[in-house]
């Protein structure tokens, strides 16, 4: 039988929390076997679905297919230790404690920011579907108590707003435009 990597991940929809088993064949990153895009639905084992606002109601199976990219969150609940000979090559990068804002969620975490790269021009220029994140508190919405995770992926496609806690975003572009600034003052209404 070949090796597996298995991964227990609980992935936010906006209306449903699906955990279960999630199986690799390589062992990877959840953010990168996700942003590979190597298939559209993920395969969890021994799962659980409940609708995101009544987490109390919850139903086993034994199998399910979800869509990635109705997925606003997969967070990793534990992982396989990766193997000995596991390198991940990848350019310096420094955590940035960001908030991010998604339909259904809040969310305080730390963002792998490049070492080399201001923030706006790494956010501007990202191509990955999953954003991977560390020390992540989820705050919901409408109800329920904050969670947190120590690490997960976040679906940059859902992300509403964002911001970088404890620092200004630096350099951030200026917008420009052709027609010169006009000087618009308000007159006081005359007295008749």
Not at 180 to 187: A, F, S, T, W
Request: net charge negative; hydrophobic share 40%; with cysteine.
């Amino acid at each position: 039988m070949s090796k597996r990597y298995t991964f227990t991940i609980e992935i936010y929809t906006s209306a449903l929390v699906i955990t279960g088993s999630y199986d690799l064949p390589l062992y990877r990153r959840v953010s990168d076997a996700l942003n590979s895009r190597l298939h559209r639905y993920l395969v969890l084992r021994d799962a659980t679905i409940a609708p995101a606002d009544r987490v109390q109601h919850v139903q086993q199976v034994p199998q399910i297919l979800v869509d990635w990219s109705d997925a606003l969150l997969v967070a990793t609940i534990s992982e396989p230790d990766p193997p000995p000979d596991f390198k991940h090559a990848q350019p310096p990068r420094n955590t940035q404690p960001m908030m991010f804002f998604t339909p259904l969620f809040a969310l305080r975490a730390d963002f792998y920011k490049r070492t080399d790269r201001e923030l706006i021009e790494m956010l501007s220029e990202m191509n990955d579907d999953f954003v991977p994140l560390r020390n992540i508190t989820i705050y919901p919405h409408h109800s329920g108590a904050p969670v947190t995770r120590s690490f997960g992926c976040l679906n940059r496609h859902h992300i509403q707003v964002l911001y970088p806690l404890g620092t200004a975003m630096i350099n951030a572009p200026v917008p420009s435009s052709e027609a010169p600034v006009q000087d618009v003052r308000v007159q006081p209404a005359s007295a008749e």
